[in-house]
């Protein structure tokens, strides 16, 4: 079984300022990982993910994730934040294989609030 | 092509009622995976339908069930209606392939009165 641990549940950020979202998860398997967004009244969309290969993993809009195995974390990034980024994000990982059969396992979910 | 569709986007129920709940999966996609999120419990995985058949189900009473169609078009089912039923009901599908990357509706808004 999996679990993933948010370790904040609110995250409030000045506009241009650094972010960092925090993840942490585990799985006596090795595991795909997912961050997820959701706007208000709308379901999630997916920002980025780490399936294999490079560690760090980035998405159109700027954000970043790195995938530390040793420290089963996979925290979110970006450098610079805006307004539009205020929303929920999720993290979420599924074993390698797709022996899952369609189930993610999601973390609690931080708020991001950007503030003018 | 067209994204994941859910209808109702938002209902109403009394207690005791039953419900039956929509989704259209993006075309060419055979997998539909439905998860309950509220405030307390957060996202939790409820069950996934693949060719018509339910592959996996999560820890939800048996009040809680679905159905996929040929055309992978896929219901879920809430029977006897509880307060604690209220929630987003968000569903998602996914391609064929070895990992589950999955593409999520709008979700429909349900409210147990």
């Known amino acids: 079984a999996q679990s993933v641990t948010q370790l904040d549940s609110q995250v409030p950020v000045f506009e241009e300022a650094p972010v960092e979202l925090r993840c942490n998860y585990s799985?006596?398997?090795?595991?795909?990982l997912f961050w997820y967004v959701q706007y208000p009244n709308q379901g999630l969309q997916l920002l980025l993910k780490y399936l294999s290969g490079s560690t760090l993993v980035e998405s159109i809009n700027g954000f970043e994730a790195e995938f530390n195995k040793s420290q089963t974390s996979f925290h979110l990034r970006k450098p610079s934040v805006h307004i539009s980024d205020t929303a929920e994000y999720f993290c979420a990982v599924t074993p390698e294989g797709g022996t899952s059969y369609g189930k993610l396992t999601f973390g609690q979910g931080t708020i991001l609030t950007v503030h003018p | 092509k067209a994204g994941v569709t859910q209808t109702p986007r938002y209902l109403i129920k009394t207690r005791g009622q039953q419900v039956t709940l929509s989704c259209s999966p993006i075309s060419g996609h055979r997998s539909v995976s439905w998860y309950q999120q509220t405030p307390g419990q957060g996202l939790q995985f409820l069950f996934e339908?693949?060719?018509?058949?339910?592959?996996n189900k999560g820890n939800f009473p048996g009040r809680f069930s679905g159905r996929q169609f040929s055309n992978s078009r896929s219901e879920m089912n809430v029977s006897t209606l509880e307060l604690g039923d209220s929630a987003l009901y968000l569903c998602?599908?996914?391609?064929?392939?070895?990992?589950?990357?999955?593409?999520f509706g709008p979700g429909t808004r349900l409210t147990v009165l």
């Open positions: 339908y693949f060719s018509e058949t339910q592959r």
């Open positions: 799985s006596s398997v090795s595991v795909y």
């Open positions: 998602a599908s996914t391609a064929s392939g070895d990992y589950n990357e999955q593409f």
